[in-house]
């Protein structure tokens, strides 16, 4: 089960990428996520961590991918499903596209998927919101 969202941001990708590759920065664009740390300082692959969500669930991460400046992929590990977020980016004459995904897996990774589809698909719109507003600031 995938949902999605996309847009367009008048900044470079790599200014967008030094956003996004900073756990610590991820609450200020991130509108489900309070607090994220990494056990390094940067997304590397396998590097593991904490984020607490709004409704204050601490979940389990690690890094999957991290492609400067393109990409950087993170699992959530939750008690009956894993969701995979990951963030691409496709520069275009010196602005970028975004694309903001969560891939659920598990046992119940489908089902919470269908459940939680359009909610989802609003946090993703107004994360990309709040990180477009950010970078086309800097």
């Known amino acids: 089960m995938i949902v999605e969202e996309r847009t367009h941001i008048d900044a470079d990708t790599d200014s967008v990428y030094s956003i996004i590759s900073k ?3 991820w609450p200020r664009w991130h509108n489900g996520i309070v607090s994220m740390k990494l056990s390094n300082a940067s997304f590397t692959p396998g590097a593991k961590g ?9 979940v389990a991460i690690r890094c999957q991918e991290a492609g400067a400046p393109t990409h950087l992929a993170i699992e959530e590990k939750f008690a009956l499903h894993t969701v995979r977020q990951s963030v691409t980016l496709q520069g275009e004459n010196g602005s970028t596209w975004v694309n903001l995904q969560l891939s659920y897996h598990g046992p119940a990774g489908k089902l919470h998927g269908i459940l939680t589809r359009r909610h989802t698909q609003d946090e993703l719109a107004v994360s990309l919101r709040a990180l477009k507003k950010i970078a086309e600031a800097s």
Do not use: F, P
């Not at 904490?50 to 601490?58: H, P």
């Open 23 to 25: 756990a610590t920065e």
């Open 50 to 58: 904490t984020l607490v969500t709004r409704d204050g669930r601490r």
